[in-house]
């Protein structure tokens, strides 16, 4: 089996090739060009795989890249995928996040191996926006959202994943393309990009405990205190963490095991869209919680400051993911527990901040 995945040096691309060279896949990648490396998530694998330079914006590039090494799995993962940014830069994450899905069907429409070839499409939780359906609970009403739950997108981001997601439900009943879409709900790891909030948390806090045991090794009596925007420790400083929104509520859960439904979803014999989701969802708070206990750090309110500046135009405040239909017709479940996930973040990123203060390179896996 072959497969090519467009935006492979992402946290959920590493996880994939990963997942598909265990499976005895022949894995192509496709990345962009850039002035520095980008594979840092994919050193460790570069040797076995296929890296091709290409771009989902570039429609003949694409078709070339499909003609040439036919595969039998095509998978999406390619896209401007920062909802903060996508405010910023609309018209760049339209082109990479809308515009690149077509050019993909397009090709995989016009190739000699249309019947043959099954193509997944990473959608997005955030395409329910402010929505949720609601059932009955012992407590109230719980809110929630499923497959049945209408999108009400609440970003250019979220708009341009729902142009996509519609785009492959119209390719797949008007040209009979084995195309199917995967909602994941937040999915993140030791991998995930600095500018996501769990990863800027833990990352933040692996620079930090690193720092203060520099810097109470450097006294016999130590001295803690704080101003408005740093921690101040025997006199030295360290920037405290700025955050946005504390009470937006998400549906956390770790990539490995979100790329394995990416893969299960290709080997229906039917194509279909999928909620992939933990069915919990915990605050920022949570989030902090979970990750500063791991450093034993109970009070963390003292070294976080809430910043407007990291609040959207137009916020999500809840998403919990229903993925009863994954796990009935897939056979898909989760195994990271959410405080596994936060436990194991937290501690790749001491480790790499231990590696980086000792002058030593850290490696990605």
Same mark, same amino acid.
């Given at each position: 089996m072959k497969a090519?995945?467009?935006?492979?040096?992402g946290?959920?691309?590493?996880?994939?090739?990963?997942?598909?060279l265990s499976?005895?896949?022949?894995?192509? #990648?496709?990345?962009r060009? /850039?002035s520095t490396?980008?594979?840092s998530n =994919?050193?460790?694998?570069?040797? &076995?795989i296929v890296? !091709?330079e290409?771009?989902?914006?570039?429609?003949f590039?694409?078709a070339?890249?499909?003609?040439e090494h036919?595969p039998?799995?095509?998978?999406n993962?390619?896209a401007?995928?920062?909802?903060g940014?996508?405010?910023?830069?609309p018209?760049?994450?339209w082109?990479?996040?809308?515009?690149?899905?077509?050019?993909?069907?397009e090709?995989?429409?016009?190739?000699?191996?249309?019947d043959?070839?099954r193509f997944y499409?990473?959608?997005?939780s955030e395409?329910? #926006?402010?929505?949720?359906? /609601?059932?009955?609970?012992?407590f109230?009403? =719980?809110?929630?959202?499923?497959e &049945?739950?209408?999108? !009400?997108?609440q970003?250019p981001y979220?708009i341009?994943?729902?142009a996509a997601?519609?785009l492959?439900?119209n390719?797949r009943?008007?040209?009979g393309?084995?195309?199917?879409c995967?909602?994941?709900f937040?999915?993140?790891?030791?991998?995930r990009?600095?500018?996501?909030?769990?990863?800027?948390?833990t990352?933040?806090?692996?620079?930090?405990?690193?720092?203060?045991?520099?810097?109470?090794?450097l006294?016999?009596?130590n001295?803690?205190?704080?101003?408005?925007d740093n921690?101040i420790?025997?006199?030295?400083?360290?920037?405290?963490?700025r955050?946005?929104?504390?009470?937006?509520?998400?549906?956390w859960?770790?990539?490995?095991d979100?790329?394995?439904?990416m893969?299960l979803?290709?080997?229906?014999?039917h194509?279909?869209?999928?909620v992939?989701?933990?069915?919990e969802?915990?605050?920022v708070r949570?989030f902090?919680?979970?990750?500063?206990k791991?450093?034993?750090?109970?009070d963390?309110e003292?070294?976080?400051v809430?910043?407007?500046e990291?609040?959207?135009?137009s916020e999500?405040?809840?998403?919990l993911?229903?993925?009863k239909k994954?796990?009935?017709?897939?056979?898909?479940?989760r195994?990271?527990s959410?405080?596994?996930l936060?436990?194991?973040?937290?501690?790749?990123?001491?480790?790499?901040?231990?590696l980086?203060?000792s002058?030593?390179?850290?490696?990605?896996y």
């Amino acid at each position: 089996m072959k497969a090519v995945i467009f935006g492979i040096t992402g946290q959920d691309g590493s996880y994939l090739a990963e997942l598909l060279l265990s499976k005895g896949y022949e894995v192509i #990648g496709v990345t962009r060009r /850039t002035s520095t490396p980008n594979t840092s998530n =994919i050193n460790h694998i570069l040797q &076995n795989i296929v890296l !091709v330079e290409g771009d989902v914006t570039d429609g003949f590039n694409v078709a070339k890249i499909i003609e040439e090494h036919r595969p039998d799995e095509i998978y999406n993962l390619a896209a401007q995928s920062h909802v903060g940014t996508s405010f910023k830069q609309p018209n760049l994450t339209w082109d990479i996040t809308a515009g690149g899905v077509l050019n993909i069907l397009e090709a995989i429409r016009y190739s000699d191996r249309k019947d043959e070839i099954r193509f997944y499409q990473a959608s997005s939780s955030e395409m329910f #926006g402010k929505n949720f359906s /609601t059932t009955k609970g012992r407590f109230g009403d =719980i809110k929630f959202q499923d497959e &049945n739950t209408p999108f !009400v997108p609440q970003s250019p981001y979220a708009i341009a994943k729902l142009a996509a997601h519609h785009l492959v439900r119209n390719y797949r009943e008007g040209y009979g393309i084995h195309g199917s879409c995967g909602i994941l709900f937040n999915h993140e790891s030791e991998r995930r990009g600095e500018k996501f909030v769990t990863r800027k948390i833990t990352k933040w806090i692996g620079e930090y405990s690193c720092w203060q045991d520099s810097v109470y090794s450097l006294s016999q009596t130590n001295r803690y205190e704080t101003d408005d925007d740093n921690i101040i420790i025997n006199g030295n400083y360290f920037p405290k963490l700025r955050l946005g929104n504390l009470d937006a509520k998400r549906d956390w859960g770790h990539a490995q095991d979100y790329v394995n439904a990416m893969w299960l979803m290709l080997q229906q014999d039917h194509p279909d869209d999928y909620v992939i989701g933990t069915g919990e969802t915990y605050s920022v708070r949570d989030f902090l919680d979970a990750a500063f206990k791991h450093i034993e750090i109970d009070d963390w309110e003292s070294c976080v400051v809430v910043d407007p500046e990291f609040y959207r135009p137009s916020e999500v405040d809840y998403l919990l993911g229903i993925p009863k239909k994954a796990e009935s017709a897939l056979g898909w479940k989760r195994d990271v527990s959410f405080s596994q996930l936060a436990e194991r973040m937290v501690d790749s990123d001491v480790e790499k901040a231990r590696l980086r203060r000792s002058g030593l390179q850290a490696v990605s896996y």
